[in-house]
């Protein structure tokens, strides 16, 4: 493709000023000087001046270890289990607040497992954090292919010479018209472990078999929830880039491929997903992104909680610099966020390099 | 910081030699009211009075939502550009004060004496901020339910004590005629949770942080008081007594009003719209689980930031604005409580022998405002978060020492917030 | 293209449109919801929300939630204020950001790769992380009025316009539709001696119909849609709060949700109506662009 390209250095660079020019003074420096606040202990607002920390934010955020705790014994020497049977180990906090391990100062248990009659517990220094970063990951995991396959889905369901198709078209777009916030309030409703529409629809159809969940204030379906309604949203956004692709590949391939007697999937395959492959890059990459900024559904819906299964990086980010007045801890996550990102997407783009 | 504290000064300085030249100086007011339309009408009709009633100033309002209005502040405080008079929450104006935007106030003291405590914001021995009136939280409760499950009716000097407490609700709970026996409004996780449930940690005997000097939160918060509480807190949703983070808003907004709730902690700012709809509503005071019962004082109040170029008039307009009658206005319209013992008889509510006088009382014998520190932001959010996850499941003794944690840190990464 | 219509007989006619209206339920349901919600008064609005009751307009059904809105808050000002900011930025956007992947897509030049990746780089960027060190920023530029510099852009138009006129996502759709683009136009077209512009403005653009609505339904959605936390740090007076801000009004003491609904509906109508319109752009220009079929 380069070898293609006429050069010409003027033209290039003056097309692209105005542009770049923008973007370097209202996003690039203000994400350079939030790097610099990660390096100090800069407050929103305080009397006190601004001193240089260095890494002591990032190790505050990061700090891991592994603790080996024996289980406990009693005077004999065997080991104490309670009625359920399971092993009695001392509190973690024992450790932890004691004066023997200033190490471990200020260290919460994240996670533990069995090693024979040991139990391995994994502190960490922020464990709120770490459970931002685990939800956040498992929220691209998901959403991706269920928006970006959705979407794919519903352009190809669009794409179809049928009368009134354009009336279909428009509503399934419309959640996308509505913003997230008002969808999140409006879910909320639906949600609802009492009184909700989904437990309601769910008991009718089930002909009173289903139990009502509470989807947004239990650990286990609180996420799955936030994804389910996130992907609803924002389909109807990557269907309309989806059919902007679809559009592009010409009618003739599509004759060709009837002649030749083609199925429905192999015209798919050989026809439709080749030419559209600069647009599915632009959707993974997009969609992904877009996952990564999870936020506004969290501050509306469920704060976080219930006992952080529903916390976000970008809404510990916020959490931290507004909330908590924290802009150097806020900032941290951010550039931790733009770090992990950068990496995704740098593995996307290899992954997906167009060979010449 | 530094180069903002300069441009600041600039500023000042600029619009002082401004303000000198001008006949009659124009000063900013910024209000948390937007949206609430009485509010909005007995703050215009003050302001409009103030003006006719002197030439020199002239007080422009400006109305936020009270959802965002910190945000909008602290933002405004960043980039230079506050007003003369600020409306303030109580308990932030330690911090506000504490980062040199806001002044004392040059009021007498005199001239405050008889004004209920909660409504004085005094941070450092002066006093920063006033108030035109004051909160209050109460047990809202049925006669009806009370007779029916033969409960004795708790005065302000005989509150129920923590047994009898969880007698009634156990008595409601059985009953089964609602769908939970206490509605807490835990749905609404901003400053709605310290200032409500903070006082139930108090009855208990802890604290959310230590008072003596501020600068530490541990044997408050995680101390066996505190312990006993949080055991208490997370009884109340695991058995089903109370509805839990996941709870719907409009159910907080109707529940006790169509009877799902039996009873429901909440402010006296919705009393008047209930007692519209339920005949026969009591207002209870809380109970003592032990070291007596306070209830949460401190609401939104006036000052006068450092960036002011008339100081003066912001405090004149202050003064003005806190006249019996005014006062009484916006007790009438809101149903709060007024800061003074003669506003009160000049109200529909709190005059002697009106529906909500109690709250008067209480507020004047158990208000505990939240603690006077800049540190308050963080440890409001921290203690939201802590009674949060221990409504939701969370181990009590962690998950308090972790909060104790992060506020001891966050203290210290402030040099002490200055105490 | 659109798929060739076959087999489009009885039965499966009728399968296709089942399967069509299926899917529009599921999509339609929350904003059948606004709408009716809006009608209702407060009270039977929270009861009806369990039930299918809460799509149907029965019960006490009036427009009076939407006068108390108006009268709560300055809805016309708070409309026209996103609409001027949504417009501008959409049409400035449109310009600098297909002028700026033209160069990428088209033309080789000395960097060209470090700094496409640089404001692709720019995607990954929160707007949360910059707001604040945006602030800062935006209240120390300068700008000139009609009385000479003025300092400071808070309170104005141009805050809530000119740091969004350039996204990486603008710049990324356009690029990639470019490279889409067939080169033997724009070779044939330098070949006669144009100049680069002039294949910009008439060959390029001419082509690029769906893109532009693309990118421009999804820009206008952005700024008007989702304008929240920037409008409520730079804007303090009422005369430049933009809709989203001004969502705030309804949760005061008790969150009024029948002119909760009201105002939401009335903010979606200009969204709704700009997207009808471009809609039938996007679908004109397909059929017009000879090359494309």
Redesign the interface.
Known sequence: MASKLTTSNRAGWGFALPGFALIATFIILPFFLAFLFSLTNQRLISPNPTEFIGLKNYRDLLSVAVLTIEPERDAAGEIVRDDAGEIQYPRVRTITRSGDFPQYKGMREWFRWQSGDDAKVVIAKDVVFMKALRNTLIFVLFIVPLQGGGALLLALLINQKLRGINIFRTVYFMPVVISIVVVSLLWRFIYDGNDGLLNNILNALSFGLFEPVDWLGNTDTALGSIIAMSAWQAVGFHMVIWLSGLQTISPTFYEVAAIEGASKWQTFRFVTWPGLRNTAVLVLIVITMQAFALFAQIDVMTNGGPLDATQTLVFQTVERGYGKQDISGGSTISVILFLIVLAISLVQRYLTRERD | MKLKKTFTAALMATTAIGGAAAAQTELALWYHGAGNEVEGKIINQIIDEFNASQSDYKVMIESFPQLSYNDSVVAAALAGNLPCILDTDGPNMPNWAWSGYMQPLPIDEAEFANFLPGTKGIYDGKLYSIGLWDAAVALYARQSTLDELGLRTPTLAEPWTGEEFMAALDAAKASGKYDYALDLGMNDQGEWYPYAFSPFLQSFGGDIVDRSAYQTAEGALNGDAALEFGAWWQKLFAEGYAPGTSEDPADQQTGFIDGSFAFQWNGNWRAVATMAEVDDVLFLPAPDFGNGNTIGAGSWQFGVTTSCAAPDGATAFIEYALQDKYLAAFSDALGLIPSTASAAQMTENYKEGGPLAVFYDLSAEQALIRPVTPGYVVEAKVFIKALADIANGADVADTLDAAVDEIDADIEANGGYGH | ?????KE?TGLR?AA??A??VL??L???F??V??VISSLKPD?QL?QD???LR?FLPVGDISLDNYFAAF???PIGRFMLNSVIVTVVTVVLSIV??S??A???A???????GV?LS?????????????A?????????LPWLGVEGIEW?W??TYRVQI????????T???FV??F??LP?ELIEAA?AEGAS?FQV?HKIVMPLSG??L??AA??KS?KMY??Q?LWP???V???AHRPI????????????A?GELMAY?TLI?VP??VF??IL?RAF?AS?ASTGV??
């Open positions: 293209m659109a798929l060739v219509a489009n006619l296709r449109y399967v069509l899917v529009a599921v999509f339609a929350p904003l919801f606004m009270l929270l929300t369990g039930s809460a009268e709560r808050a600098i950001c002028v700026a033209f160069s990428f088209f033309l080789n030049w000395r960097g060209r700094i640089i404001i692709l780089a720019t995607l990954i960027i929160p707007f949360e992380t910059i604040i060190p945006l602030l800062l920023e935006v209240s120390r400071g808070l309170n000119i740091p969004w006129i350039v996204d990486a996502l710049i990324f759709l990639q539709y490279k889409d080169k330098r680069w910009y769906p893109v609505a693309t339904i999804l959605l849609n989702e929240y409520l740090i730079v303090q007076d009422e989203m801000v001004g969502l705030g009004y309804f949760f005061q003491l008790d969150v949700w939401l979606s969204v709704l997207y009808l809609q679908i397909i494309k079929g």
